[in-house]
Each structure stands twice: as structure tokens, then as C-alpha cells.
T-cell receptor, first 115, second 116 residues
Framework: GQQLNQSPQSMFIQEGEDVSMNCTSSSIFNTWLWYKQDPGEGPVLLIALYKAGELTSNGRLTAQFGITRKDSFLNISASIPSDVGIYFCAGPSNAGGTSYGKLTFGQGTILTVHP | NAGVTQTPKFQVLKTGQSMTLQCAQDMNHNSMYWYRQDPGMGLRLIYYSASEGTTDKGEVPNGYNVSRLNKREFSLRLESAAPSQTSVYFC???????????????FGPGTRLTVL
């Protein structure tokens, strides 16, 4: 089945530092999504990417859809304490044929920001 | 506007007990999903419902059953709980318009289940 591999698995940074994380797949995706999960909450969509090479920003967050369509990157600039959480990449799941909006998730990158 | 709600928030079961996790959405979405989250594994799809009256298996359906009671509600049942089902369970919903993959999935706050 489809697998998404995220790295790094965890990051410990100082407030103000920039953060980079990535997600790779063994198969081609035509959509890449980045979600954030705050402690004790459900995931929330941050950025959606629909075209190879696309670069999209949302405030201090920037994500890119890799040109091979097998990877994606998320950068956070000037981190702040509220950036703490788990960041997931996700893409359409083809399990069972039709998508119906099903998603495959990476295993997540745990981000800790020290004030 | 509550979005996606889940009950209960926490639950402890003994092996072999049964329970139903409840989920409801008030966004008039067609599609609903149940995921489980385990450390280092991300979120894995258990079951989904593309529309009212239909349900299908996801990646890890064994040991679970679901019911799409109406457009708003999608429940997950554990008939005979096992320690391997200790996890955090999330319900989600999305619109999924034809030809447009990725309408946002909205997640509930989760149910933290421990099976002893």
C-alpha cells in the first residue's frame, strides 16, 4: 500500500529558529496536504498543494510540492511557542479504488519549541 | 457551530468488553471517516462512509464495525475490545465534491481509549 515517510521524527528548537521537514512517498501523489495537531486536539489543515512544483505560503508556513510528485516540504520561519505540536503530511489514498476523500498520513514530525 | 463532536473523550475498558464511539457533524458533509492514532504511526483509516447509507473498510478495519445512522452521525463499535485497540480515535468529515479531491477533512477532538 501507499506509505508516506516523514523526517525528522522529532525536532527540538529554540524560539525564533526556522524549521524544515519533509515527506516522501514511494508512489506519485497528485495532492499533498499538511496538517498540524495541537496537543490533545484533532489535526487541522494548514496547507494544500495541487500541482507539481507549487510553492504555497500560509503566514510563516511555506510548503512545496516536489517536482517528482513523490515528495513535499514544509518550512516554518521564526518559530514561536504555539508552533508546538505534531505536523503530518497526507495525500489521497487509493485503497479500494475510488478516493472518496480518503487520506494516507505520514507518521508525523513532533515539534518542540523552547522559549 | 460545533463542527465535529465525539463522545466520550476518555474511556477505559476491560478486554472483551464492548463499546460504541459516537461522532456527529453539523456541517452537512457527505463523507465521514474513523481513524486511529498510535505513536509513530500517524493516523490510519479504520472505516469510512462516502455518503449516508454506505460504509467501507479502510486500512485497519479488523475488530471494528461502523454505522452511518444518518447524514450527521457515524458511530464506531468495538464488539470485543482487545489491548491492541488501545489508541486515540478520531472522527472526521468532508464534503468531497465530485471531481474535486481535496475538500478539507475536519477532525473531532478524539476519544482516548485504554483497553486493559
Amino acid at each position: 500500500g501507499q506509505q508516506l515517510n516523514q523526517s525528522p521524527q522529532s525536532m527540538f528548537i529554540q524560539e525564533g529558529e526556522d524549521v524544515s521537514m519533509n515527506c516522501t512517498s514511494s508512489s506519485i501523489f497528485n495532492t499533498w496536504l499538511w496538517y498540524k495537531q495541537d496537543p490533545g486536539e484533532g489535526p487541522v489543515l494548514l496547507i494544500a498543494l495541487y500541482k507539481a512544483g507549487e510553492l504555497t505560503s500560509n503566514g510563516r508556513l511555506t510548503a512545496q510540492f516536489g517536482i517528482t510528485r513523490k515528495d513535499s516540504f514544509l518550512n516554518i520561519s521564526a518559530s514561536i511557542p504555539s508552533d508546538v505540536g505534531i505536523y503530518f503530511c497526507a495525500g489521497p489514498s487509493n485503497a479500494g479504488g475510488t478516493s472518496y476523500g480518503k487520506l494516507t498520513f505520514g507518521q508525523g514530525t513532533i515539534l518542540t519549541v523552547h522559549p | 457551530n460545533a463542527g465535529v463532536t465525539q463522545t466520550p473523550k476518555f474511556q477505559v475498558l476491560k478486554t472483551g468488553q464492548s463499546m460504541t464511539l459516537q461522532c456527529a457533524q453539523d456541517m452537512n458533509h457527505n463523507s465521514m471517516y474513523w481513524y486511529r492514532q498510535d505513536p509513530g504511526m500517524g493516523l490510519r483509516l479504520i472505516y469510512y462512509s462516502a455518503s449516508e447509507g454506505t460504509t467501507d473498510k479502510g486500512e485497519v478495519p479488523n475488530g471494528y464495525n461502523v454505522s452511518r445512522l444518518n447524514k450527521r452521525e457515524f458511530s464506531l463499535r468495538l464488539e470485543s475490545a482487545a489491548p491492541s485497540q488501545t489508541s486515540v480515535y478520531f472522527c472526521a468529515s468532508s464534503e468531497v465534491r465530485t471531481g474535486l479531491f481535496t475538500d478539507t477533512q475536519y477532525f473531532g477532538p478524539g476519544t482516548r481509549l485504554t483497553v486493559l
